[in-house]
């Protein structure tokens, strides 16, 4: 079993929805192996460049992309996938009755794959069985142009699920049968993850209560009274392992965020948090992942605009959470996404 993820733009997020994925996989007796679209120069994005342009312009892409994973796996890569161990492949080819899973996170986001949809919305491969797990659009729905060009590669595959309410619904008015389910990293709960990372109760050098801060788009400014702790994606200096960002998120009085992942792990484990919204005019509309998990668990209040003041901050951030209740809310919707999958894969 093949699984193809959003990987370009590597995080926190992405490695932990594909190790979500891959062991839930695993405890289920398949075998799983992610595809590896950065590098090197024989893999898919490549070969159709041999075909499409000559050799002085396909060959330059080539050997930069394989400098850029070399580099990045120096100075970055072994940061974030420290215990994850995620497995990955070269091989686009599939065995007739093997499957490929595309999903989670940003797989079917046109501002984020232009000129990669074939892979994404896997075009290049008609025996297989295809089935999106969780995968997310960006958007409430595709520009048109889009929308026409990738509708037949979807009226191909065996099974479709998404990560937000508003992709599921517009996939439906398209007339694909498509389920909202949970994203990967939800069908593991948060004691998983701290047997899994070593996720430790206190942190070396840290003796006072602090509140943990990641951001991919730009940090807020200083919580007065308090430590602060700062991972910020867009300054890669200040990047850690996931062992390291997950025993932040959990042993925090708090947290302060723009990231969908750092919320999911905020509620696994019952830690008070406030999340920022995207306003951008590009990135506006991915704030429905937000609204998919808040909504259900009822935390939607939590979500800031980014204009609020340090004391509406932290009013929102202190009020108390039913945890007893959001966790039957997650657990529900966990049994409900893991039985689809299965289906799936069963079909």
């Known amino acids: 079993m093949k699984v193809i993820s959003y990987h370009f733009n590597i995080g926190y997020g992405w490695v932990m929805q594909a190790f979500a994925l891959q062991k839930y996989l695993a405890f289920n007796g398949y075998s799983v192996k992610h595809l590896k679209l950065f590098m090197p120069s024989n893999n898919y994005v490549l070969e159709q460049k041999k075909k499409e342009y000559p050799l002085f312009i396909w060959k330059p892409i080539a050997v930069l992309r394989k400098i850029k994973y070399i580099l990045l796996n120096l100075f970055y890569y072994k940061k974030l996938f420290d215990k994850a161990n995620i497995k990955f492949t070269n091989n686009f080819s599939m065995d007739k009755d093997s499957c490929f899973i595309v999903g989670s996170d940003q797989i079917w986001n ?20 295809k089935i ?16 026409q060009k990738i509708l037949p590669w979807l009226e191909k595959f065996d099974s479709i699920s998404v990560r937000e309410e508003s992709g599921a ?33 206190k942190l070396e050098y840290i003796n006072e209560k602090f509140v943990f801060k990641y951001f991919l788009r730009g940090v807020v400014s200083q919580i007065d009274g308090i430590k602060n702790i700062i991972v910020d994606f867009q300054n890669k200096k200040t990047m850690v392992t996931v062992s390291r ?19 999911v792990f905020c509620i696994l484990f019952h ?32 979500i800031l605009q980014g204009n609020e003041t340090e004391e509406q901050i932290l009013k929102i951030v202190k009020k108390e959470i039913d945890w007893e209740q959001v966790d039957r809310v997650l657990e529900e919707w966990r049994n409900y996404s893991k039985k689809w999958l299965m289906e799936a894969i069963a079909k």
């Open 110 to 129: 046109p501002n984020f794959i232009k000129n990669m949809e074939k892979i994404y919305f896997l075009e290049f491969n008609d025996s297989a069985k």
């Open 132 to 147: 999106s797990y969780a995968a997310s659009l960006g958007m409430s729905k595709w520009p048109k142009e889009f929308e």
């Open 169 to 201: 619904k517009y996939l439906r008015n398209l007339g694909l049968d498509a389920v909202c389910v949970c994203d990967p990293t939800v069908l593991h709960s948060g004691d998983f993850y701290r047997k899994e990372f070593n996720v430790g109760k």
């Open 245 to 263: 960002w997950l025993s932040l998120i959990d042993n925090s009085e708090f947290v302060l965020t723009d990231s969908f992942h750092c919320v």
């Open 271 to 302: 830690k008070p948090f406030a999340v920022f919204a995207n306003n951008s005019k590009q990135l506006n509309e991915m704030n429905d992942r937000f609204l998919t998990i808040l909504g259900r668990t009822n935390l939607e209040y939590r």
